[in-house]
């Protein structure tokens, strides 16, 4: 089955760290772009990374850089999102979503169920 | 960066219904444009890319059309399963999304 799980949310105090995994099955991971998408509760959506098939592009939303990283590990088909010095704001659900092949484009034609991340002292 | 602007943000209809949602971008974005259906707790859905090209398995139901800095999703009969919210999405450089459209029962 394709498919995306991710894993890893959880509640986390201002300033702390949290890292998500992201597991892809059923399609070649190594072949697409993959990125993360958040969802503030009640709110829309919000694109937040992406990365290049090998890991040699990475791009991220403004109000994430320098705190936010983005990785893969094409052997165990797993991406990862590294966060720090997280604030309220980055309260959400976080997706993984694959990057389809649509000649270049970034449109996310998988997505995951996603992993909530609370940050609340 | 380019910004979309969804309309209406919310709308009621009933089974049945034709149903068309706009989507405006603040700069031309060619036909650069997807729509995605999101259902309560549960992930988006791509529905529509390139502006009007159909995803595999999306219902006929569904169309897509514009270019430039005007879009519209068009929903010809609305069926139970339909009711959700509707988000469009750019790539110009980034994604962005709109807004979104939440469609509720009449």
């Known amino acids: 089955e394709v498919q995306l799980v991710e894993s890893g949310g959880g509640l986390v105090q201002p300033g702390g760290s949290l890292r998500l995994s992201c597991a892809a099955s059923?399609?070649?991971?190594?072949?697409?772009?993959m990125s993360w998408v958040r969802q503030a509760p009640g709110k829309g959506l919000e694109w937040v990374a992406n990365i290049k098939q090998d890991g040699s592009e990475k791009y991220y939303v403004d109000s994430v850089k320098g705190r936010f990283t983005i990785s893969r590990d094409n052997a165990k088909n797993s991406l990862y999102l590294q966060m720090n010095s997280l604030r309220a704001e980055d309260t959400a659900v976080y997706y993984c979503?694959?990057?389809?092949?649509?000649?270049?484009?970034?449109?996310?034609?998988?997505w995951g169920r996603g992993t909530l991340v609370t940050v609340s002292s | 960066a380019i910004q979309l602007t969804q309309s209406p943000s919310s709308l009621s209809a009933s089974v049945g219904d034709r149903v068309t949602i706009t989507c405006r971008a603040s700069?031309?974005?060619?036909?650069?444009l997807a729509w995605y259906q999101q259902k309560p707790g549960k992930a988006p859905k791509l529905l529509i890319y390139d502006a009007s090209s159909l995803e595999s398995g999306v219902p006929s139901r569904f169309s897509g059309s514009g270019s430039g800095t005007d879009f519209t999703l068009t929903i010809s009969s609305l069926q139970p399963e339909d009711f959700a919210t509707y988000y469009c999405?750019?790539?110009?450089?980034?994604?962005?999304f709109g807004g979104g459209t939440k469609v509720e029962i009449k």
């Open positions: 700069q031309g974005i060619s036909s650069a």
């Open positions: 999405q750019q790539f110009n450089n980034y994604p962005f």
């Open positions: 059923g399609f070649t991971f190594s072949s697409y772009w």
């Open positions: 979503a694959r990057v389809g092949d649509f000649g270049g484009l970034w449109y996310f034609d998988l």
